[in-house]
């Protein structure tokens, strides 16, 4: 069935200080029934993707032809394995590589960008459930970050929530790549800004390297945005040495730090599914980082579904197939 390439024009997203763009491409799936039943309404699925993605990525084919998640999607309604959803692809790039789909002064509002525009005009446009019983949202990586945190900081809007080996536990996940970033900067450090000197650098540069340090800059950006303009970094840019108060507000935001929080707690409380997993050979540590956040759920007395499989952090949309299923056994209901 076919996926419809909307253009999105964001009003959240206009104006940001990265410059990028306001319109979006976002691809939207409709199951086989939607032209054939035309007033039967469907749950929606919001599915994120990670650190230097785009939308239009969930709609590529490799040169080995492993299939499309919307592929993969379809292959399981045939199979009964589970029902139709209209399945929606947000994008959320930026120039750095990624905006964490948060509210950040340094890239733009990516956050008000799906809550209060995109989603009302997927609603108004197309049949879905038109309600928070009927919604969920997943992702993988930065993806699976960005859909568990607007889960808990909008309880009012999804009912289901998965994550796919997600940024959390940012002491595992991240400062590893604290030293690789120093050492990319250092040739950069006599410039008068090093951070913008490096950037001016990759943007130019035919092969990209050093993708560790523009994912601790674009964090950066999400994280410690500055008043006035830019980012402060983690650590000092010499030494490498923990800055105490800006690695607090990346901290902030990390997942496991947030459950701390009482009514991001208790937000989750009400979800029909949580749902995460992640491989047990991670190069970043998320599986780690989901089973200390599983930890945290249990001691809440959270209901979660939490899974691991023998695999790194790459080439794992196969895992779309059982999150996807979980996701429609809780919002089936809603229709």
């Known amino acids: 069935m076919p996926t419809v390439i909307e253009e999105f024009d964001s009003l959240a997203l206009k104006g940001n200080p990265l410059g990028d763009p306001s319109t979006r491409k976002i691809p939207v799936y409709l199951p086989p029934s939607y032209f054939v039943e035309p007033s039967?309404?469907?749950?929606?699925?919001?599915?994120?993707h990670g650190f230097t993605g785009n939308s239009e990525m969930w709609l590529n084919v490799n040169s080995f032809y492993t299939p499309t998640v919307p592929q993969r999607f379809e292959k399981l309604i045939k199979e009964n394995a589970l029902g139709e959803m209209i399945l929606v692809f947000p994008d959320g790039y930026t120039r750095l590589g990624g905006s964490q789909y948060l509210n950040s002064i340094a890239t733009g509002n990516y956050e008000d960008y799906l809550i209060n525009d995109l989603i009302?005009?997927?609603?108004?446009?197309?049949?879905?459930?038109?309600?928070?019983e009927g919604r969920g949202i997943v992702g993988k990586s930065s993806g699976g970050?960005?859909?568990?945190?607007?889960?808990?900081?909008?309880?009012?809007t999804f009912a289901a929530v998965g994550s796919h080996a997600g940024d959390m536990y940012f002491e595992l996940c991240y400062k590893p790549d604290f030293p690789k970033t120093v050492n990319a900067l250092a040739r950069y450090l006599s410039e008068a800004d090093p951070v913008a000197a490096?950037?001016?650098?990759?943007?130019?540069?035919?092969?990209?390297?050093d993708i560790?340090?523009?994912n601790m800059i674009a964090m950066s950006a999400?994280?410690?945005?500055?008043?006035?303009g830019g980012f402060d970094l983690p650590f000092d840019l010499y030494t490498g040495e923990l800055l105490p108060e800006v690695w607090a507000r990346w901290l902030a935001f990390d997942p496991v730090q947030m459950l701390e929080n009482i009514t991001y707690a208790a937000a989750l409380r009400h979800f029909k599914l949580i749902?995460?997993?992640?491989?047990?050979?991670?190069?970043?540590?998320?599986?780690?980082?989901?089973r200390i956040f599983v930890k945290r759920l249990q001691q809440l007395g959270i209901a979660h579904h939490h899974e691991e499989f023998e695999a790194g952090h790459?080439?794992?949309?196969?895992?779309?197939?059982?999150?996807?299923t979980h996701i429609w056994n809780a919002l089936k209901d809603s229709i």
């Open 40 to 48: 039967h309404r469907f749950p929606v699925v919001y599915l994120l």
């Open 314 to 324: 790459m080439n794992i949309n196969y895992r779309y197939d059982v999150s996807l």
């Open 145 to 156: 970050y960005g859909a568990m945190q607007l889960a808990m900081r909008h309880p009012e």
């Open 198 to 209: 490096f950037l001016t650098a990759f943007e130019k540069a035919e092969v990209k390297r």
């Open 222 to 228: 999400c994280y410690s945005p500055r008043l006035g």
């Open 212 to 214: 560790d340090a523009i």
């Open 275 to 290: 749902y995460l997993d992640a491989g047990t050979k991670d190069e970043f540590n998320l599986h780690l980082g989901a």
């Open 120 to 132: 009302p005009f997927i609603d108004d446009k197309y049949r879905t459930s038109g309600n928070r």
